[in-house]
């Protein structure tokens, strides 16, 4: 079956930049999409591509690379409320979303 | 507009037990999807429902199982507990079945099996 994989946790400091990465199988890929989870709470949705480039909103973005089956989320001046759970989650035509296992982003001051 | 809701948010129940867990879905979102979360493991799907039809369904075993209404609010059952069967479970629905298409998820179920 599909599978990606991130790393399980990241640690950044306040007001740094971090990239969480997510490699995906390539059978049938069609988008990536990245949801947040904050510890207790429902994933919510950030960011989906389903093209080559960097997706931009406020301070998160979202690239995707086709051709490397390769993604990354970018998070810029992070803030303490930025500690969560980040996933990646591969759409492959008709069929549900896979998820990754999850980043445990903490952010430290 | 209001969100996906689930109802019951916390349940203890027994091993050998059955359970039911209620979604409903954010007004006009026709597609509902259930996940399994456990500690460490990512989301897991369960079943995907449009138009009170099963369009997918996960490699879970039997005892799970689910439903969707004409006004799409979705059920899921699980018979037959078992203690592995501890997660927290999630609906999600979606406007349609557009691979862009947000998920909008509800709080969740969290069940204990004692």
């Known amino acids: 079956g599909q599978s990606l994989e991130q790393p399980s946790e990241v640690t950044a400091v306040e007001g740094a930049i971090v990239q969480i990465n997510c490699t995906y199988q390539t059978s049938g890929f069609y988008g990536l999409s990245w949801y947040q989870q904050h510890d207790g709470g429902a994933p919510t949705f950030l960011s989906y591509n389903a093209l080559d480039g960097l997706e931009e909103t406020g301070r998160f973005s979202s690239f995707l690379s086709r051709s490397d089956s390769y993604g990354y989320l970018l998070l810029q001046e992070l803030q303490m409320k930025d500690s969560a759970s980040y996933f990646c989650a591969q759409q492959t035509g008709n069929t549900p979303l896979v998820f990754g296992k999850g980043t445990r982003l903490s952010v430290i001051a | 507009k209001a969100g996906v809701t689930q109802t019951p948010r916390y349940l203890i129940k027994t091993r050998g037990q059955q359970v039911t867990l209620s979604c409903s879905p954010i007004s006009g979102h026709r597609s509902v999807s259930w996940y399994q979360q456990t500690p460490g493991q990512g989301l897991q799907f369960l079943f995907e429902?449009?138009?009170?039809?099963?369009?997918n369904k996960g490699n879970f075993p039997g005892r799970f199982s689910g439903r969707q209404f004409s006004n799409s609010r979705s059920e899921m059952n699980v018979s037959t507990l078992e203690l592995g069967d501890s997660a927290l479970y999630l609906c999600?629905?979606?406007?349609?079945?557009?691979?862009?298409?947000?998920?909008?998820f509800g709080p969740g179920t969290r069940l204990t099996v004692l």
């Open positions: 999600a629905s979606s406007l349609s079945r557009q691979n862009s298409d947000e998920q909008f």
């Open positions: 429902y449009f138009s009170e039809t099963q369009r």
